[in-house]
């Protein structure tokens, strides 16, 4: 290979590297975020903060607490769109860079058919049958950056990771043990570098000691130098990542004197999950102009559930709600395509990329429990609240088609937390006019130093007719927050997540 295409090999060996569930590649990352369930339910229940344990009469019942089908006295029809505007604000090497984007998506849709006539204390009984979005992956970001530190330092004795920085890149290449790294990430991307010539590495004085070329070296030495104020290499990354949970559910719901609510159901959940990463790095003063990395990685699976749940009204104006969900068993299949490109000041272009074979493996996501209570102001509205509690270290990864045992990413679901995620929400009813607001607080269910707490800020409103009702739900959701970083031991992007969802909803009574 040409003394002008040796080049250093810069952030690429470590892309797609980071702290948290950012990552494509993260899979204690996709457990928890299977575990959060936070979007889903008609405008009336957003409005309210999400609470929704010990109320009933409302299509989000069925996948929540199936108990609330029991307060339907008619059959109903609903249908919900919600528009959600997604915001990032990212902080690298002292820039801070927006992003966002709009997503259009259907939170619930169902149906209630009240069947059945009072026998005794019985007052009969209903079956739902509904589609609900239980999470939402969306997450838009960018970060840019000018960078004076480098993966490889000019002084070839300069160690870490039990080795020098280049043994590092030659461990990788050749898939050997690396301590808390992605090997055969490493060793796929560094063969794409080789493929397409975007590095090359020679031996110094005769010696076993490698080090990648470059442009720019120490006075006095022909040791390529590091970049720094004078040539600075420049890092920018976007991040898109798509998906959302759902689940179909098939519930019923019984009611008994009045006094007595009680529920069951079967959940058929769902999820896809689709990030795409592009990596890059423009150096200084190197034959390389522009390398280019584009990772993309689609996790789909489908899972079971099911639910059981009760509502007791102890006095008239009080309801207390109580419900289980087991764990979700989730079959998962995954791809991913690697791509690099890299763009030369002398005009040659190059680009290479792999397509990785699909591979199948099982998440079982914890069980849940919610407790609630509701109490009605007559008939001028009600004040209702939950506890939910959620075991985020019960999750588990298993069942990889290729024989691996997911005995370290099992064990880092095991340093998850257990949360209590608390929501409160209000109804004030005039006439056929309804006023709405809530709030809820969701737990940081990872012990490190990202914030992963969430707050959810509520506002609805609504009109219900006797055969007709439209509801509007505006949610403003502050978290939670991420790290990402280009390579391992760089500095790390902060970003800060928030969104706005506004969600109406149309029902139908007959």
């Keep these: ?160 990771n039990n080795g020098t920085a280049i043994d590092f890149f030659e461990s990788a290449l050749f898939d050997t043990e690396l301590n808390g790294t992605n090997v055969q990430f490493f060793s796929d991307l560094a063969e794409l570098a080789f493929d397409i010539g975007v590095t090359d590495t020679f031996r110094i004085d005769n010696t076993n000691e490698l080090i990648a070329d470059r442009n720019v070296y120490i006075e006095g030495t022909d040791i390529p130098a590091v970049p720094d104020e004078e040539f600075p290499s420049l890092h920018q990354e976007t991040i898109d990542v798509t998906g959302a949970s759902s689940q179909f559910n098939i519930s019923y719901g019984a009611n008994y004197d009045d006094k007595l609510y009680l529920g069951v159901g079967l959940g058929i959940a769902n999820f896809s999950k689709d990030v795409e990463r592009i990596f890059t790095e423009r150096p200084t003063e190197t034959d390389l102009s522009e390398l280019r990395v584009t990772d993309v990685f689609e996790q789909n699976g489908i899972g079971i559930n099911g639910t059981f749940g009760v509502i007791v009204r102890p006095v008239n104006p009080l309801l207390l709600g109580l419900t289980y969900t087991t764990p979700t068993y989730y079959s998962v299949s995954q791809t991913r395509e690697l791509d ?140 939670p927050e991420s790290l990402v970083g280009p390579y391992p031991y760089s500095q790390l992007a902060t970003i800060e997540n928030d969104n706005t969802r506004v969600t109406v909803t149309v029902g139908f009574t007959f």
């Design 340 to 479: 690099l490109s890299a763009q030369f000041t002398d005009g040659q272009f190059f680009t290479s990329g792999f397509t990785f074979v699909e591979f199948d493996y099982n998440i079982t996501t914890p069980a849940r429990m919610r407790g609630g209570a509701t109490f009605f102001f007559n008939k001028n509205g009600f004040i209702t609240t939950e506890v939910e509690y959620a075991d985020f270290s019960g999750g588990r990864l298993s069942g990889a088609d290729d024989g691996i045992s997911f005995g370290e990413e099992n064990q880092d679901i095991n340093r998850f937390n257990q949360t209590l995620n608390y929501r409160v929400g209000a109804e004030y009813r005039y006439d056929i006019f309804r006023i709405r607001g809530g709030f809820a607080l969701l737990g940081d269910g990872i012990d490190n130093d990202v914030d992963e707490e969430e707050q959810h800020i509520s506002f609805g409103a609504g009109i219900r007719k006797k055969e007709f009702y439209l509801d509007l739900a505006v949610v403003s959701v502050n978290g």
């Design 1 to 160: 290979m040409k003394n002008s295409l040796k080049l250093i090999f810069i952030s690429m060996v470590g892309f797609c590297l980071s702290v948290k569930a950012q990552d494509a590649a993260d899979l204690p990352g996709l457990v928890f975020d299977l575990t959060r369930i936070n979007n889903g339910g008609s405008a009336r229940v957003l409005g309210l903060g999400g609470a929704q344990t010990a109320i009933g009469g409302d299509i989000s019942s069925a996948s929540t607490n199936p108990a609330g089908l029991g307060f339907f006295n008619r059959s109903e029809f609903s249908f919900s769109t919600q528009f959600n505007g997604v915001n990032s604000s990212s902080t690298y090497l002292g820039t801070t860079t927006d992003a966002s984007k709009l997503n259009i998506n259907i939170p619930n849709l169902g149906g209630v058919i009240k069947s059945g006539r009072s026998r005794g204390k019985w007052k009969g009984q209903s079956f739902g049958i509904s589609l609900n979005r239980m999470a939402d992956f969306q997450r838009s970001a960018e970060y840019v950056g000018n960078t004076f530190a480098e993966l490889f330092p000019a002084d070839p004795n300069v160690r870490f």
